[in-house]
C-alpha cells in the first residue's frame, strides 16, 4: 500500500491530486475512509496539518470519473 506525507493546509482534494493525479469525489472519497485511524477531526477538517502519513488506495479499486464525459461516450 502507497502513502504520501501531507503537507501544511493543504486539502484532501488538493492531496489526491498531487498523489493520484486526480481529485474527483470518488478518489477522495476512498482516501479518506482508507484512513480511518485518524481522528475525526482530522478526517472531516477543510485542511490537513503538515506530516501526516496517509493511505493511498490502488487506483484500480476505484472507478474512473465520468463527468464531462458525453453520454454516448461512456
Known amino acids: 500500500m502507497n502513502t504520501i506525507?501531507?503537507?501544511?493546509?493543504?486539502?484532501?482534494d488538493?492531496?489526491?491530486?498531487?498523489?493520484m493525479g486526480?481529485?474527483?469525489m470518488d478518489t477522495v472519497t476512498h482516501i479518506i475512509a482508507l484512513?480511518?485511524?485518524l481522528a475525526p477531526a482530522i478526517r472531516f477538517a477543510a485542511t490537513l496539518p503538515g506530516g501526516l502519513v496517509?493511505?493511498?488506495p490502488d487506483v484500480?479499486?476505484?472507478?474512473a470519473?465520468?463527468?464531462?464525459?458525453?453520454?454516448?461516450?461512456?
Do not use: F, Y
Request: hydrophobic share 40%; aromatic share 6%.
Open 5 to 12: 506525507i501531507s503537507l501544511e493546509n493543504e486539502r484532501w
Open 14 to 19: 488538493q492531496l489526491a491530486n498531487r498523489a
Open 22 to 24: 486526480r481529485a474527483d
Open 35 to 37: 484512513n480511518s485511524q
Open 54 to 56: 496517509i493511505k493511498l
Open 60 to 63: 484500480k479499486h476505484i472507478q
Open 65 to 74: 470519473p465520468t463527468i464531462g464525459v458525453a453520454p454516448w461516450r461512456r
